[in-house]
């Protein structure tokens, strides 16, 4: 297992990088046909990196097993953050998000005698949204009598039962241009407007309830002695619950200039829907846990404000356990890395709920 995720790590794979992720889609494709003795189906696309699928048998209600070799990480991290093994841990760009649940899911299904058939779908783009990859990931699972995600644990090793959606906007305000000394009454500060709807944006936010606005990058005019004619505004919102997706995609679509003259032009709407803690969440939950204890450990489930491809899935109805990736940290940092103990618990923990369902 070392030895295959050295390859996938090795092999870079920046989530823009066609040509990079490509080179570790063919690493993928080896290694389940070394594993496994099965071609991957190749979905190619000329927008982004290709997708591969591995089907493990045929008929109805597959399971699926939802994976992604892109990562955040740039060509050339290697040289700074080299793969490396020492006692436990397991370190590389990549490495615990999450070409190690790919070596997991191989190695699983090696050993594994599933009754039913599986799906092994490993994407390009997660980290940059899947706008290539949400409809082949959605007609793969409408499918699955379940979806596991092989994304990595939550610190501690707990599953993601439940992760908050996202919705990106940019807001676009024009105002009028004038001598901020001379005549500042002809103007119209796009500025000033854009102050009064970043808080009117932030009383949109619910944190109880697990909805957060964030006005992440904020952009205007042009020089200090000119009253601002353009500002613009790029925002982050989070949300655990469809409802809410509803009400603040609506206030912000809705929103409406202050200042007499000024004009605003909003842009985006919902990434990702929520991944709820539906009925079938929770007995994915219940018997993952439970054939846990069988492999002599004990599994806690959280909830994350970050998404996964496993948002979709669920947002369709189909059961969907995440989290299912080794415990370790670090993910998208300097300090990421992944816990060699926790890997083989989970690959057996795989396979036997591969076996279950």
């Not at 071609?39 to 209600?61: F, S, V, Y």
């Not at 080299?82 to 090696?110: C, H, N, W």
């Not at 919102?237 to 032009?265: D, W």
Request: hydrophobic share 40%; glycine share 10%.
């Amino acid at each position: 297992m070392l030895a295959a995720l050295e390859r996938l790590v090795v092999t870079e794979s920046p989530s823009p990088d066609k040509a990079r992720c490509d080179a570790c889609a063919d690493e993928i494709a080896r290694l389940f046909q070394q594993q496994l003795g099965v071609a991957a189906i190749r979905h190619r696309r000329p927008d982004a990196g290709d997708h591969l699928e591995i089907r493990i048998g045929d008929g109805p209600g597959p399971i699926v097993l939802l994976c992604h070799h892109d990562t955040v990480w740039p060509q050339g991290t290697l040289g700074r953050l080299p793969f490396g093994i020492q006692d436990d841990r397991v370190t590389g760009p990549g490495s615990y998000d999450m070409k190690a649940g790919i070596v997991e899911a191989a190695f699983a299904l090696e050993h594994a005698r599933p009754q039913r058939p599986v799906v092994v779908l490993s994407t390009s783009d997660e980290e940059i949204g899947s706008a290539s990859s949400r409809a082949l990931i959605e007609e793969t699972a409408r499918q699955a009598v379940a979806v596991l995600v092989l994304e990595p644990a939550a610190s501690g090793g707990a599953l993601k039962t439940a992760r908050k959606g996202i919705a990106d906007f940019v807001l676009d305000v024009e105002g009028r241009a004038a001598h901020a000394g001379v005549e500042p009454e002809k103007g119209i500060s796009a500025t000033e407007e854009l102050a009064h709807q970043v808080l009117a944006l932030k009383g949109l936010a619910r944190p109880a309830g697990g909805t957060t606005i964030n006005v992440g990058v904020v952009q205007g005019g042009t020089r200090p002695n000119v009253v601002a004619a353009r500002a613009r505004a790029e925002i982050d919102v989070r949300f655990a619950l469809a409802s809410e997706a509803e009400r603040v995609v609506a206030a912000v679509q809705g929103l409406q200039p202050q200042l007499e003259g000024a004009r605003l032009r909003i842009s985006g709407g919902i990434d990702r829907p929520p991944m709820e803690r539906s009925p079938g969440v929770v007995r994915l939950a219940q018997l993952a846990q439970r054939l846990a204890t069988e492999v002599g450990f004990s599994l806690s489930e959280t909830s994350t404000g970050g998404a996964s491809d496993g948002n979709f899935t669920a947002a369709l109805g189909v059961p969907t356990l995440d989290g299912l990736g080794p415990d370790g940290g670090g993910a998208h940092a300097d300090s990421e890395h992944l816990l060699v103990e926790s890997w083989l618990q989970r690959t057996e923990l795989l396979r036997l709920l591969i076996e279950a369902l």
